[in-house]
C-alpha cells in the first residue's frame, strides 16, 4: 500500500513537473504572462516594431521577484486575459527575465526596479508620457501591480498612435441611457 501511495505521489509530481516543462516549450518567452501571446526576444525588438509599424510593449521583471509573480498570477487568474491578448496583437510585446533586460539608462527613467513596464515607439525610444497613472508609489511611475491599469496605458498608447481598437469600445447597448426628462409643451 505504501509503494503505491508512492507511486501515484511520484507520478503526481513527475506529471506537474511536465506540464510546466511543456508550457515552457510552447512558448518559453511568455515565462507565465501568457503562452498565446506572441513574445519576441529582446535583441529583435526594434527590427520587428520597424517592419510591422508598431509600438514596443517592454515588461522588465524578475524570476526571483515577489512582485513580479504576484503580477504574473493576476494576470493568469484575470479577466483582464482576453482583452491583454487582443491589445497585444497591436504591439511589439517584448518579457526580459533576469538577465535579457536592456542595460541602457534610457530603459531605467526613475531606477531599476521591478517588474517594470515601458512602452516604446518603433524605434525603441521610451514613450514617457505613458506611465501608470494609478502608481501606488509616486516614485516608481512604470510599475504596474494591476492587469487593468496595465490595459489602461496599453489603450491610451494606441490611441496616441491613431490606432482603433473596435472591441475595447463599449457598444450602444452596453452605454447608460440619459434619463428621459419632461417633454416642454408649446
Known amino acids: ?47 520587428t516594431a520597424l517592419d510591422t509599424n508598431k509600438p514596443i510593449f517592454l515588461l522588465i521583471h524578475k524570476s526571483w521577484c515577489h512582485a513580479c509573480k504576484a503580477l504574473k498570477k493576476t494576470f493568469q487568474q ?11 496583437e497591436h504591439f511589439v510585446m517584448v518579457n526580459t527575465e533576469d538577465d535579457d533586460e ?37 516614485n516608481y511611475a512604470y510599475y504596474y501591480s494591476s492587469p487593468a491599469d496595465i490595459l489602461n ?6 490611441k496616441h498612435f491613431g490606432v482603433d481598437i473596435p472591441e475595447t469600445k463599449r457598444g450602444d447597448k452596453l452605454k447608460p441611457k440619459k434619463p428621459e426628462g419632461k417633454k416642454k409643451e408649446l
Not at 513537473?17 to 525588438?45: V, Y
Not at 512602452?119 to 501608470?132: A, S
Not at 496605458?153 to 494606441?158: E, G, I, T
Open 1 to 47: 500500500m505504501r509503494s503505491l501511495l508512492l507511486l501515484a505521489l511520484v507520478s503526481a509530481t513527475a506529471y506537474a513537473s511536465f506540464d510546466k516543462i511543456k508550457d515552457s516549450i510552447q512558448n518559453p518567452l511568455a515565462r507565465g504572462f501568457g503562452d498565446d501571446i506572441a513574445w519576441i526576444k529582446w535583441e529583435d525588438a526594434i527590427e
Open 102 to 138: 536592456p542595460f541602457e539608462e534610457e530603459y531605467r527613467p526613475d531606477g531599476k526596479y521591478i517588474p517594470r513596464l515601458l512602452f516604446l515607439d518603433k524605434n525603441g525610444d521610451l514613450l514617457p508620457e505613458f506611465k501608470n497613472k494609478k502608481a501606488e508609489y509616486k
Open 78 to 88: 484575470s479577466n483582464a486575459k482576453k482583452a491583454f491578448k487582443k491589445l497585444s
Open 153 to 158: 496605458s496599453m489603450k491610451d498608447v494606441l
